[in-house]
């Protein structure tokens, strides 16, 4: 079975930093491109960040400079460290593992910055 779990949302001021954790169990993680995408209510899930099986990383826009998107394959991880967060940064964060046509989603984590 396939999981993917989220952890480390909550709430922060503007400015500070969070660091969202993706556990991965049920998949050959190596061989997976790995994701953080995140969702307001009203609005499609976005793309923040991508890291391919090779530690190849692609970043939207509004995450350049600010995220950094990291794997490590020993511990079937993938991260996603945010600084200098905003207000428009308040979202549920999902982690997305995909192999070809095989697509898989976390059940999300709520960041929410706010002073």
């Known amino acids: 079975q396939v999981q993917l779990v989220e952890s480390g949302g909550g709430l922060v001021q503007p400015g500070g930093s969070l660091t969202l954790s993706c556990a991965v169990s049920?998949?050959?993680?190596?061989?997976?491109?790995m994701a953080w995408y995140r969702q307001v209510p009203g609005k499609q899930r976005e793309l923040v960040a991508i890291?391919?099986?090779?530690?190849?990383?692609t970043y939207a826009d509004s995450a350049k400079g600010r995220s950094t998107i990291s794997r490590d394959n020993a511990k079937n991880t993938v991260s996603l460290q945010m600084n200098n967060l905003k207000p428009e940064d308040t979202a549920v964060y999902y982690c997305?593992?995909?192999?070809?046509?095989?697509?898989?989603w976390g059940q999300g984590t709520q960041v929410t910055v706010s002073s």
């Open positions: 049920g998949i050959i993680f190596r061989l997976y491109t």
């Open positions: 890291i391919d099986s090779a530690g190849t990383t």
């Open positions: 997305k593992a995909t192999y070809r046509f095989l697509v898989n």
